[in-house]
C-alpha cells in the first residue's frame, strides 16, 4: 500500500474490528520510506503499485479465495511499464464481483457494470462492484493479426470477460477472458459500494485474484 507523504507530520489512522471471537490479537506493520526521486515510487493515484513483466495482482482481503471484496472501495493498482513493453494483458483465476441484473446471461462488461440499487433496466439487483481497465479489449494491440475489436472499461460478473464486438441485441455469449490494453500508466482500478443484493449475494463475491 502506497501512501502520499509530506514533509510535515504524517498520521495514518487504522480501525480495527472487534467482531473477532478470538481472546488475543496482534499485528505487524512494516513502514518503509521511498525517496521522491526513486524509480519504485508510485505514480499519483495509485494505492497498490507493481513491477516486473508478470505477476499476481489481487484485491484486498482476498485471503487465499477465503475473503470478500471490501466495502466502499475506491483505489487503483497499477502496474509500471517496464522497458519495451507498450501494452499490457490480465487473465484471471477466480473473479467474482457484483453480477448485473442477478445474472440472467449479461456479460459484465462495460455499461452492465455499476448500476446502483435496484432500478431499470437491472430490476433485479444492479451489481455496482466493478474494476475498470481503460480501453480493454479481447486481443492484444500489438497483435500482427486484423481483428474487429470492442474496447471497454468497466468488467463485473462471475468471469473477466471481453467482447469483440457489441451484439445487436443483447451483450450475451461467451467471449474471451484475457483483457489486454495500451492505455498508459497501466492499472486496474477498484470500486464497490456498501451493498449486497440477493438475487443471489454468494458468500464468495467479491473474490479477485
Not at 449479461?106 to 474494476?131: E, K, L, R, S, W
Not at 451484439?167 to 467471449?175: E, I, N, Q, S, Y
Request: proline share 6%.
Amino acid at each position: 500500500m502506497y501512501v502520499p507523504a509530506s514533509d510535515q507530520c504524517n498520521i495514518l489512522t487504522a480501525n480495527i474490528g472487534t467482531s473477532s471471537t478470538a481472546t488475543t490479537a496482534a499485528f505487524t506493520i512494516k513502514v518503509t520510506q521511498v525517496p521522491c526521486s526513486s524509480k519504485t515510487k508510485a505514480p499519483n493515484g495509485c494505492l497498490q503499485y507493481f513491477t516486473g513483466t508478470s505477476g499476481t495482482v489481487t484485491t484486498y482481503n482476498y485471503n487465499s479465495a477465503a475473503g470478500v471484496l471490501l466495502a466502499n472501495q475506491d483505489y487503483s493498482a497499477c502496474i509500471r511499464s517496464e522497458r519495451t513493453y507498450c501494452a499490457i494483458c490480465y487473465w484471471s483465476s477466480i473473479f467474482k464481483l457484483s453480477f448485473p441484473n442477478a445474472g440472467n446471461a449479461i456479460n459484465g462488461v462495460d455499461t452492465n457494470c455499476g448500476h446502483p440499487a435496484v432500478q431499470a433496466p437491472m430490476v433485479n439487483g444492479g451489481g455496482y462492484d466493478f474494476i475498470e481497465i481503460p480501453d480493454g479489449q479481447c486481443d492484444s494491440p500489438l497483435s500482427s493479426a486484423v481483428a474487429t475489436t470492442e474496447t471497454n472499461d468497466r468488467y463485473c460478473g462471475a468471469s473477466l470477460r471481453c467482447l469483440k464486438s457489441i451484439p445487436a441485441v443483447a451483450l450475451t455469449g461467451t467471449p474471451g477472458q484475457t483483457v489486454c490494453s495500451n492505455n498508459k500508466p497501466f492499472k486496474i482500478a477498484v470500486h464497490s459500494d456498501g451493498l449486497e443484493y440477493a438475487f443471489p449475494a454468494t458468500a464468495s463475491e467479491g473474490l479477485l485474484s
